[in-house]
C-alpha cells in the first residue's frame, strides 16, 4: 500500500472513532440533541395528480438512469460466476 493510502485510512478510522466515542460521552451524559422529537404519523396516498408531459419526463429519465445500475449489476453478476466457476474447477 502505499503511503497515501494508509494516511487516508487511519483518517477514516479515526473519524469514525471520534463519532463513536462521542456518541457514547452524549448518550452516557444524557445530552440530548437540539432537535425536537418527531413522532411517526402514518400516511395514505390516494392520488397522484402529475401532468403526462412530466411523467413522460420522469419515465424517460428513470429508464436511463436504470442503464448504469444494470451494468453495475451484471459486473456484479459476472464476478459471483467467475468466484464459482474457479471454486468448482469449470473449464470451457
Do not use: C, H, N
Amino acid at each position: 500500500m502505499s503511503l497515501m493510502t494508509v494516511l487516508i485510512v487511519i483518517a477514516v478510522v479515526a473519524l469514525i472513532a471520534w463519532g463513536v466515542t462521542k456518541a457514547q460521552t452524549e448518550k452516557a451524559s444524557g445530552e440530548t440533541s437540539d432537535l425536537p422529537e418527531v413522532q411517526a404519523q402514518r400516511v395514505k396516498v390516494v392520488d397522484i395528480d402529475m401532468p403526462f408531459g412530466s411523467m413522460v419526463t420522469f419515465m424517460v429519465k428513470w429508464s436511463l438512469a436504470s442503464i448504469p445500475a444494470l451494468m453495475i449489476l451484471a459486473l456484479f453478476g459476472f464476478a459471483v460466476a467467475m468466484v464459482f466457476g474457479a471454486m468448482t474447477g469449470a473449464r470451457y
